[in-house]
T-cell receptor, first 115, second 109 residues
Framework: GAVVSQHPSWVICKSGTSVKIECRSL??????MFWYRQFPKQSLMLMAT?????????EQGVEKDKFLINHASLTLSTLTVTSAHPEDSSFYIC???????????FGPGTRLLVL | RKEVEQDPGPFNVPEGATVAFNCTYS??????FFWYRQDCRKEPKLLMS???SGNEDGRFTAQLNRASQYISLLIRDSKLSDSATYLC??????????FGTGTRLTIIP
């Protein structure tokens, strides 16, 4: 299957700092990328959908000014958690979709711990 | 009501046994369903798509019942490596996948 990478895989940071997470599709062009968040023992919750070259569409309850998403190319999307707080500690997972159809390929996830 | 609901388990099943989980959905305008598998601290991985006619992949059988709005997954001859969380996922035609909370399965030696 298609390969999606995320970087970094782990982040530990102090409260108030900003953290950038990269999501790359390695062997296909991703017209759409999705950002999810998963808290312990809970399901994946979609945060936002981004299409290359346009603004991201955020789900209800997700602050767009706090979670900045950029999808500047067909192989790269970034999520920046601005002024991170301990409650932002979570498992952030991106997925990418190459074209038609519903198949999404997931990245390995980024664990964020805000102290 | 959640769009996709699963029994969170845990299901503790002896090796070699058959185990089945169901998942119900509330949005009748569903288009497709999938079962994903998620290992601890890892990303979800597609296990199989679910078709109304039922589909089988080795020891795994998935079924979709649109009239009753549920999806099932059957695992035969369970292996230790089947221990994971199984996520029921729906695609409702709005570009988004909707995930259930997952059913945790542990296969006991």
């Amino acid at each position: 299957g298609a390969v999606v990478s995320q970087h970094p895989s782990w982040v530990i940071c102090k409260s108030g700092t900003s953290v950038k997470i990269e999501c790359r599709s390695l062997d296909f062009q991703a017209t759409t990328m999705f950002w999810y968040r998963q808290f312990p023992k809970q399901s994946l919750m979609l945060m936002a959908t981004s299409n290359e070259g346009s603004k991201a569409t955020y789900e209800q309850g997700v602050e767009k000014d706090k979670f900045l998403i950029n999808h500047a190319s067909l192989t790269l999307s970034t999520l920046t958690v601005t002024s991170a707080h301990p409650e932002d500690s979570s498992f952030y997972i991106c997925s990418a979709r190459g074209g038609e159809g519903e198949t999404q390929y997931f990245g390995p996830g980024t664990r964020l711990l805000v102290l | 009501r959640k769009e996709v609901e699963q029994d969170p388990g845990p299901f503790n099943v002896p090796e070699g046994a058959t185990v089945a989980f169901n998942c119900t959905y509330s949005n009748s305008a569903s288009q497709s369903f999938f079962w994903y598998r998620q290992d601890c601290r890892k990303e979800p991985k597609l296990l199989m798509s679910v078709y109304s006619s039922g589909n089988e992949d080795g020891r795994f059988t998935a079924q979709l019942n649109r009239a009753s709005q549920y999806i099932s997954l059957l695992i035969r001859d369970s292996k230790l490596s089947d221990s994971a969380t199984y996520l029921c996922v729906g695609y409702f035609g709005n570009e988004k996948l909707t995930f259930g909370t997952g059913t945790r399965l542990t296969i006991i030696p």
